[in-house]
C-alpha cells in the first residue's frame, strides 16, 4: 500500500505544479496585455480662446509590445458613463501602432464643447478595432487611473523597465 501512497502523492503533486505554472503563464500574458499600450492625452485648441473653439483631444500613444502591432479604432466622450459628445470615428480610424512605436494623433474638434471646464470633466476613451477598451484617466488633465490593479500593473511594468537591462 505504500508503493501506490507514493505514486499518488507524486501524481498529484506533478498535477498540482502543472496547474500552478499554466495559472503563473496566464497571470503574466494578463500583465503583458494590460500594460503594453499607454495612452496620454491634453485638450487643443486652434489659435485663441474665442468662438469657434476647435476643442480637441491630442493623444500621445505609445506600443511598448515588442511583438503585437494595434489597430486603432474611435474616441468616444462620456460623463458619468453617458455619452456627451459624437463618437470620433474618423480621425484616429485605422492608425497602426507598430511594436515600441510612440505616435502623436489629434482627434477632430469636438463640437458639443464650449469651454475647457468641460473637457476637464470628461472622459475621453480610445478603442482599439479588436474591441479593447482604453480608458484614460490619470493620463489627461484632471483623471485618475481606474482601480487599483491597473495603477499597480503599471507601476510594476515601470519598475521592471528601469531596472532590465537590454538583451537587444
Not at 499607454?38 to 506600443?63: K, V
Request: overall charge positive.
Amino acid at each position: 500500500m505504500e508503493f501506490w501512497k507514493e505514486v499518488a502523492s507524486g501524481f498529484l503533486g506533478n498535477v498540482f505544479a502543472g496547474f500552478v505554472l499554466v495559472f503563473l503563464y496566464v497571470i503574466i500574458q494578463w500583465f503583458l496585455r494590460i500594460t503594453d499600450i499607454t495612452i496620454g492625452y491634453a485638450w487643443r485648441f486652434d489659435g485663441t480662446m474665442q468662438e469657434p473653439y476647435n476643442l480637441r483631444p491630442a493623444f500621445d500613444i505609445r506600443n511598448l509590445s515588442r511583438s503585437r502591432t494595434y489597430v486603432l479604432s474611435n474616441i468616444a466622450y462620456l460623463r458619468d458613463g453617458k455619452p456627451v459628445a459624437p463618437f470620433d470615428n474618423k480621425s484616429v480610424w485605422g492608425k497602426e501602432l507598430k511594436p515600441g512605436e510612440i505616435a502623436f494623433v489629434e482627434g477632430s474638434p469636438v463640437a458639443a464643447f464650449t469651454s475647457l471646464e468641460e473637457c476637464m470633466k470628461t472622459e475621453v476613451h480610445v478603442r482599439l478595432q479588436g474591441k479593447r477598451l482604453f480608458w484614460l484617466q490619470g493620463q489627461g488633465p484632471g483623471q485618475k487611473l481606474k482601480g487599483w490593479v491597473h495603477r499597480a500593473a503599471f507601476r510594476l511594468r515601470d519598475s521592471l523597465e528601469r531596472i532590465a537591462f537590454p538583451l537587444e
